[in-house]
């Protein structure tokens, strides 16, 4: 490197040397000075009303802010004004007040204290108790809100344990009554979805679809699946009903004389659906009473909850009560024939056989109508009749009505 560029490169660094030390001239000719001025500003009361009445004087924005500072006895005479202000009021509204003017102001709250306080401690002291109160309870706030929603919560599980366990038409009742309830809508929504379906089953459709369109998809759908579940289950038991309505006596005894095959529930649905004749020639011989008044009570339930305005049970008791009559008669018919003479109970026999004109007949309903024939009477006896006593009237009988009696007899009778 030549001498000229080793000369110029040394100019230039003598320059930003002084370059340098202006700056830092300048700094502490202006910052120290400002960092000063702004002590005293804050902390000599003397120099900070003269500071404001100077700066008061600028023009614009600048003049205008601080010609609009009070002065510190401007200051205290606004706080002493306050402060009797707030004095005078009761102490709940006191106390509101300054609340907000402390989150706002902190020193002017302790300035504003401290004055009330020297005009009355008493009541200074019970505007302070209020404020920590007031405060006490903002940070309790949340716990106090979590306890509510806590409650609330519990109440409402306690609702949705009530609807589970309680019947199901008395929780559809409930249903039809409070369905526009939404609080109501968020209980059921909470309630067990097999629970749930087996009462909406028995809902009218319109309403059913309201509430399944309120609750979630998969709540939704998962009802949907229980309630489809259930119609395929009532559906199934009618058909029962009716293969069981031409079986013979002894036949469907068997199977709808008690619970081992069905539940009581779902016999109240086939017994629901079978000829009233045909219910009640089967109940009349359950010796079982409490069986009796227990399908009674299941299938009232189920025709309410099917809405069904009928008189089945009453008409199914009044076939009973025919047939225990019936029964009777026939027993002591058969008591009666047991003693008489075989050639004498044959004639009879051959009689009643040949006719099968109806002689008695019993309507539960209008499409319900038993006819009782000779024919129907005479074999009914016939097979109450001690078997010695039947074998010794069929050999005196003619040929012909001793076949057609066997034959009968051999035949299932519904």
Same mark, same amino acid.
């Given at each position: 490197?030549?001498?000229?560029?080793?000369?110029?490169?040394? @100019?230039?660094?003598?320059?930003?040397?002084?370059?340098? #030390?202006?700056?830092?001239?300048?700094?502490?000719?202006? +910052?120290?000075?400002?960092?000063?001025?702004?002590?005293?500003? !804050?902390?000599?009361?003397? /120099?900070?009303?003269?500071? !404001?009445? /100077?700066? $008061?004087?600028?023009?614009?924005?600048?003049?205008?802010?601080?010609?609009?500072?009070?002065?510190?006895?401007?200051?205290?005479?606004?706080?002493?004004?306050?402060? !009797?202000?707030?004095?005078?009021?009761?102490?709940?509204?006191?106390?509101?007040?300054?609340?907000?003017?402390?989150?706002?102001?902190?020193?002017?709250?302790?300035? =504003?204290?401290?004055?009330?306080?020297?005009?009355?401690? +008493?009541?200074?002291?019970?505007?302070?108790?209020?404020?920590?109160?007031?405060?006490?309870?903002?940070?309790?706030?949340?716990?106090?809100?979590?306890?509510?929603?806590?409650?609330?919560?519990?109440?409402?599980? $306690?609702?949705?344990?009530?609807?589970?366990?309680?019947?199901?038409?008395?929780?559809?009742?409930?249903?039809?009554?409070?369905?526009?309830?939404?609080?109501?809508?968020?209980?059921?929504?909470?309630?067990?979805?097999?629970?749930?379906?087996?009462?909406?089953?028995?809902?009218?459709?319109?309403?059913?679809?309201?509430?399944?369109?309120?609750?979630?998809?998969?709540?939704?759908?998962?009802?949907?699946?229980?309630?489809?579940?259930?119609?395929?289950?009532?559906?199934?038991?009618?058909? #029962?009903?009716? +293969?069981?309505?031409?079986?013979?006596?002894?036949?469907?005894?068997?199977?709808?004389?008690?619970?081992?095959?069905?539940?009581?529930?779902?016999?109240? +649905?086939?017994?629901?659906?079978?000829?009233?004749?045909?219910?009640?020639?089967?109940?009349?011989?359950?010796?079982?009473?409490? /069986?009796?008044?227990? =399908?009674?009570?299941?299938?009232?339930?189920?025709?309410?909850?099917?809405?069904?305005?009928?008189?089945?049970?009453?008409?199914? $008791?009044?076939?009973?009560?025919?047939?225990?009559?019936?029964?009777?008669?026939?027993?002591?018919?058969?008591?009666?024939?047991? @003693?008489?003479?075989?050639?004498?109970?044959?004639? #009879?026999?051959?009689?009643?056989?040949?006719?099968?004109?109806?002689?008695?007949?019993?309507?539960?309903?209008?499409?319900?109508?038993?006819?009782?024939?000779?024919?129907?009477?005479?074999?009914?006896?016939?097979?109450?009749?001690?078997?010695?006593?039947?074998?010794?009237? =069929?050999?005196?009988?003619?040929?012909?009505?001793?076949?057609?009696?066997?034959? =009968?007899?051999?035949?299932?009778?519904?």
């Amino acid at each position: 490197m030549d001498t000229a560029n080793i000369n110029d490169a040394q @100019k230039v660094d003598k320059k930003k040397g002084w370059l340098k #030390i202006l700056i830092i001239f300048i700094i502490a000719l202006i +910052v120290i000075p400002l960092g000063v001025l702004s002590i005293l500003y !804050n902390f000599n009361q003397t /120099f900070k009303k003269k500071a !404001n009445e /100077f700066l $008061s004087k600028a023009p614009g924005a600048v003049g205008e802010y601080f010609s609009n500072i009070p002065t510190e006895v401007e200051r205290k005479k606004m706080i002493n004004y306050l402060s !009797n202000y707030y004095l005078d009021l009761d102490s709940s509204t006191a106390a509101e007040k300054i609340y907000i003017l402390k989150k706002d102001d902190e020193k002017l709250y302790v300035d =504003l204290i401290k004055s009330m306080n020297s005009s009355s401690s +008493v009541k200074t002291e019970e505007i302070l108790n209020k404020i920590r109160n007031m405060e006490l309870r903002k940070d309790l706030l949340f716990s106090v809100y979590d306890e509510v929603l806590k409650e609330e919560e519990e109440r409402l599980n $306690s609702e949705v344990t009530r609807i589970e366990r309680q019947d199901i038409l008395l929780s559809k009742n409930e249903i039809e009554h409070n369905y526009n309830d939404k609080e109501f809508i968020k209980i059921l929504e909470k309630v067990d979805s097999n629970i749930l379906g087996e009462i909406l089953y028995y809902i009218e459709p319109e309403l059913k679809d309201y509430i399944l369109n309120s609750f979630n998809i998969n709540k939704k759908n998962d009802i949907l699946d229980v309630i489809n579940k259930k119609a395929e289950k009532i559906s199934n038991l009618e058909e #029962i009903a009716k +293969v069981y309505e031409t079986k013979p006596l002894n036949v469907a005894l068997e199977t709808l004389g008690n619970t081992d095959t069905y539940s009581m529930e779902d016999l109240a +649905v086939i017994y629901s659906n079978l000829p009233v004749i045909k219910s009640a020639e089967i109940l009349s011989n359950i010796e079982d009473q409490n /069986f009796v008044k227990e =399908l009674f009570t299941n299938i009232i339930r189920y025709e309410r909850l099917q809405n069904l305005e009928t008189d089945l049970t009453q008409n199914i $008791s009044k076939g009973i009560k025919f047939f225990n009559e019936y029964n009777k008669k026939i027993n002591e018919l058969a008591t009666i024939y047991d @003693k008489m003479s075989s050639d004498a109970v044959a004639k #009879i026999v051959e009689k009643m056989i040949a006719n099968t004109k109806s002689v008695t007949s019993i309507e539960l309903a209008s499409e319900n109508i038993l006819q009782i024939s000779d024919r129907d009477i005479i074999l009914d006896v016939f097979e109450k009749l001690k078997k010695q006593n039947q074998s010794k009237i =069929l050999e005196l009988m003619e040929p012909e009505a001793a076949s057609e009696l066997t034959r =009968l007899l051999a035949s299932p009778r519904n």
